[in-house]
Nanobody, 125 residues
Framework: QVQVVESGGGLVQAGGSLRLSCTAS????????MGWFRQPPGKEREGVSCITRDGYTYTADSVKGRFTISRLNSNNTLSLQMNGLKPEDTAMYYC???????????????????WGRGTQVTVSS
């Protein structure tokens, strides 16, 4: 059974930093592209950043230069380093496992991505 679990969210002041982590089990981590999504209150979910199996990264323009995605295959871990946080970054952040990246979005070829339950990030002004 595949499990995806996020951690590292919290409350931070504008300009601060947070590092989100995601661990995935029940799958061969190296075989998957991984991505971070977020869903602000009252808005649709959007792709934040995606990393391919080979380590190529794609990041949304809204966070480019502030957020960095990385993966450590030996630990089945995905990370998102978030610097220079802004109130508009407030959202539930989700980790997902898929097959390929299309820009900052990760997709599976057949069926849905494997999703975590999310971790809340709140940025105060």
């Amino acid at each position: 059974q595949v499990q995806v679990v996020e951690s590292g969210g919290g409350l931070v002041q504008a300009g601060g930093s947070l590092r989100l982590s995601c661990t995935a089990s029940g799958l061969t981590f190296d075989d998957y592209a991984m991505g971070w999504f977020r869903q602000p209150p009252g808005k649709e979910r959007e792709g934040v950043s995606c990393i391919t199996r080979d380590g190529y990264t794609y990041t949304a323009d809204s966070v480019k230069g502030r957020f960095t995605i990385s993966r450590l295959n030996s630990n089945n871990t995905l990370s998102l380093q978030m610097n220079g946080l802004k109130p508009e970054d407030t959202a539930m952040y989700y980790c997902a496992a898929g097959d390929y990246c299309v820009g900052s979005y990760v997709y599976r070829r057949y069926g849905n991505n494997y999703w975590g339950r999310g971790t809340q990030v709140t940025v105060s002004s």
